[in-house]
């Protein structure tokens, strides 16, 4: 049976959230703890007892979720044997550590120096992003594709969820007619800027060196990255798609699919919350989902 593990990105956090690992072993504390002395400052607090707000800035919340997917399934030990991975966004890095690609200590710093670019972009050019509910993504494309403003589709969530992301004033005409064109719902998103649009371009650049300056091993198996959803294990395009990946879509639908078309029979999400199990049985019913638990 093949099984696919997959990441998640922004968005899964909550307070508490790792807790269970750091007191699981020694191994996991001392993982915990050495990403508190990388980082410089205690995210281990903030992870456990820190507050929503806290828990909720850009800097925090990137390696807070890559902490608890990367310990999840460093902790799954012999369980852990994914023939395909896939992350959503910052999920993608959690991917690329767990099936051997980048090093711990590696990744973790490329999600903090992510995680500080794209603040820095954001602070640049006020921003947001919208979900749009109930409209074929051709439509949300043509639709944001006639606004003089800035505004993408950035997350191809599950067929009939789509969000965008750009300027406040291209968010807010693209709403506008995505509601007059049928949306169910075109809902303002409570993030901190224009995440995989053009707006992340001076992020990009920042991310670039530290990028192609990484070393990136062959993963154990194929990584289907976000900004094709197409599988890889070529150091150097992996490298070239994480890059891409800040300006680009997260084509997570087309993910799922092409890893079902792949013969993928299970999904395993490793990480806080269960937003991704949610989006793969809205693009297949039948799919076996779980969630990755560590056996008492």
């Not at 852990?80 to 690329?96: C, R």
């Not at 291209?170 to 998103?189: F, N, Q, S």
């Not at 289907?224 to 395009?237: F, G, I, L, S």
């Not at 084509?251 to 092409?258: A, C, G, K, L």
């Amino acid at each position: 049976m093949k099984i696919a593990y997959v990441f998640p990105g922004q968005g899964a956090q909550f307070v508490g959230m790792g807790q269970d690992l750091y007191n699981l072993n020694e191994e996991t504390k001392a993982l915990f703890e050495k990403a508190n002395d990388i980082l410089g400052f205690r995210i281990t607090d903030i992870m456990f007892t820190g507050t929503d707000e806290q828990l909720k800035q850009t800097n925090v919340t990137q390696p807070a979720i890559f902490l608890h997917s990367v310990i999840l399934a460093k902790a799954l030990g012999e369980q852990f044997k994914p023939d395909m991975v896939a992350g959503h966004s910052l999920g993608e890095f959690s991917a690329l550590v767990s099936a051997g690609a980048l090093s711990f200590e590696d990744g973790l710093k490329l999600v903090a120096q992510r995680a500080n670019a794209m603040q820095k972009a954001c602070e640049l050019e006020p921003s947001t992003m919208a979900a749009i509910l109930g409209l074929e993504d051709r439509v949300v494309e043509e639709i944001c594709a006639q606004v003089d403003d800035v505004v993408v589709a950035a997350n191809y969530n599950c067929p009939g969820q789509l969000v965008i992301s750009g300027s406040i004033a291209g968010v807010d005409k693209a709403c506008a007619l995505l509601t007059e064109a049928g949306a169910k719902r075109a809902l303002k998103l409570n993030v901190g800027g224009a995440f995989h649009s053009p707006l992340m371009e001076p992020a990009k650049i920042e991310l670039q060196a530290a990028i192609e300056a990484v070393e990136i091993k062959v993963p154990t198996c194929p990584i289907y990255q976000n900004v094709d959803a197409k599988p890889y294990r070529d150091a150097e395009t992996i490298k070239k798609n994480l890059i891409a990946q800040l300006t680009g879509a997260v084509r997570w639908t087309q993910t799922v699919q092409n890893i079902l078309a792949d013969g993928a029979e299970a999904f395993v999400e490793v990480g806080p919350g269960n937003v991704l199990q949610g989006l793969v049985k809205k693009v297949n019913r039948q799919v076996q989902t779980s969630a990755a638990s560590i056996a008492e």
